[in-house]
């Protein structure tokens, strides 16, 4: 496979020893990999599997243009993300990115490899996801669907949408003014979740790579593209992950091989009913616009009134999962 890869590691072996060898089975001619250090007051656990790690990168035997950015001092994870796209794309047009704990199949490679090429002039398209937590059979004709989300869990992009990523979210305080966000999906759940999770970004209180790229994405009015079927498997989620350590029931979730069409959807434009199942289902939108309506109510005073609610919460939440998408 001529299409080159990036691949992002850090300190978990029991989780990249699966990367690798998915990237074993297609073979890519061109890997960039790079490999972020735990800091010096780190433990000696983390110091081991680090060097676990290294150990299995340098167990790739296949022919290759291999190259290696090892860190010389610890990156933040975003400052890590932030610098190896960055060197990434000085080097290449177009790509894939995985992380230590993304789990691709055979045919996330031959899809970002063929809709790269289809889309690669096509501004409007952000990404090509890898993700899509559904496997459906009623796209006959069509391999993938087109979507708000720029969902992050393997995916493939171009250097021009890479130059249009807004660090400093320039235009969030307009946007955020004007409801803007309304656009994008008219949905309140929606904008209440996102000017929350966009407010934390902008200000600078965390930095994650994500929410920013999914900002400039919406500012921009891109699209990404998803597949009908779930191409990549996450197995990172839970107590050693960076960021998703609480388990949700799609963490492991099995992936389906999809047999690639060369049709295409005859018009570009999202899929709303997915994107809206994306906000009840992975995002949990509308369960944390209703509980902040409910938490100004004064009845919520009394302590023995929220402890009932939050409990019927949780009970309800996970049987919105039942209804999927019709796509």
């Given at each position: 496979?001529?299409?080159?890869?990036?691949?992002?590691?850090?300190?978990?072996?029991?989780?990249?020893?699966?990367?690798i060898?998915?990237?074993?089975?297609v073979?890519?001619k061109?890997?960039?990999?790079?490999?972020n250090?735990?800091?010096?007051?780190?433990s000696?656990?983390?110091?081991e599997?680090?060097?676990?790690?290294?150990?299995?990168?340098?167990?790739?035997n296949?022919?290759?243009?291999?190259?290696?950015?090892k860190?010389?001092?610890?990156?933040?994870?975003?400052?890590?993300?932030k610098?190896?796209?960055?060197?990434?794309?000085?080097?290449?047009?177009?790509?894939?990115?995985?992380?230590?704990?993304?789990?691709?199949?055979?045919?996330?490679?031959?899809?970002c490899?063929?809709?790269?090429?289809?889309?690669?002039?096509?501004?409007?398209?952000?990404q090509?996801?890898?993700?899509?937590?559904?496997?459906?059979?009623?796209?006959?004709n069509?391999?993938?669907?087109?979507?708000?989300?720029?969902?992050?869990?393997g995916?493939?992009?171009?250097?021009?949408?890479?130059?249009?990523?807004?660090?400093?979210?320039?235009?969030?305080?307009?946007?955020?003014r004007?409801?803007?966000?309304?656009k994008?999906?008219?949905?309140?759940?929606?904008?209440?979740?996102?000017?929350?999770k966009?407010?934390v970004?902008y200000?600078?209180?965390?930095?994650?790579?994500?929410?920013?790229?999914?900002?400039s994405?919406?500012?921009?009015?891109?699209?990404s593209?998803?597949?009908?079927?779930?191409?990549v498997?996450?197995?990172?989620?839970?107590?050693s992950?960076?960021?998703?350590?609480?388990?949700?029931w799609?963490?492991?979730?099995?992936?389906?091989?999809?047999?690639y069409?060369?049709?295409?959807?005859?018009?570009?434009?999202?899929?709303?009913?997915?994107?809206?199942?994306?906000?009840?289902?992975?995002?949990?939108?509308?369960?944390?616009?209703?509980?902040?309506?409910?938490?100004?109510?004064?009845?919520?005073?009394?302590?023995?009134?929220f402890?009932?609610?939050?409990?019927?919460?949780?009970?309800?939440?996970?049987?919105?999962r039942?209804?999927?998408?019709?796509?």
């Amino acid at each position: 496979m001529n299409i080159a890869v990036l691949l992002l590691l850090y300190k978990r072996p029991e989780t990249t020893v699966h990367v690798i060898n998915a990237l074993k089975k297609v073979k890519p001619k061109f890997i960039y990999i790079s490999l972020n250090i735990p800091t010096g007051s780190a433990s000696h656990e983390d110091h081991e599997n680090y060097k676990k790690v290294l150990k299995l990168v340098r167990e790739i035997n296949w022919k290759c243009d291999l190259k290696i950015k090892k860190r010389k001092k610890h990156l933040s994870s975003y400052n890590s993300y932030k610098s190896a796209i960055k060197w990434f794309f000085e080097n290449e047009k177009e790509g894939i990115i995985l992380e230590d704990d993304t789990v691709p199949n055979k045919s996330f490679f031959i899809f970002c490899k063929k809709l790269l090429k289809k889309y690669k002039n096509n501004k409007q398209i952000a990404q090509i996801c890898g993700t899509s937590f559904v496997n459906r059979k009623k796209i006959i004709n069509e391999n993938y669907i087109f979507s708000n989300y720029s969902l992050g869990w393997g995916y493939a992009t171009w250097r021009r949408s890479v130059n249009d990523y807004d660090e400093k979210m320039k235009g969030w305080l307009e946007i955020k003014r004007k409801k803007s966000l309304l656009k994008t999906i008219n949905d309140k759940g929606f904008l209440y979740f996102w000017t929350k999770k966009f407010d934390v970004q902008y200000k600078n209180n965390l930095k994650h790579w994500d929410e920013r790229w999914l900002y400039s994405n919406w500012k921009n009015n891109k699209l990404s593209i998803i597949p009908k079927k779930h191409l990549v498997k996450n197995i990172g989620i839970g107590a050693s992950a960076t960021h998703t350590k609480t388990k949700q029931w799609y963490s492991n979730l099995e992936t389906h091989e999809m047999q690639y069409k060369d049709k295409h959807p005859k018009k570009i434009f999202a899929n709303l009913e997915y994107d809206k199942w994306l906000n009840i289902n992975v995002f949990g939108t509308n369960f944390l616009y209703i509980r902040q309506k409910i938490i100004k109510n004064k009845i919520i005073k009394n302590k023995l009134i929220f402890s009932m609610i939050k409990l019927v919460y949780k009970i309800v939440k996970p049987f919105y999962r039942l209804k999927k998408p019709s796509y």
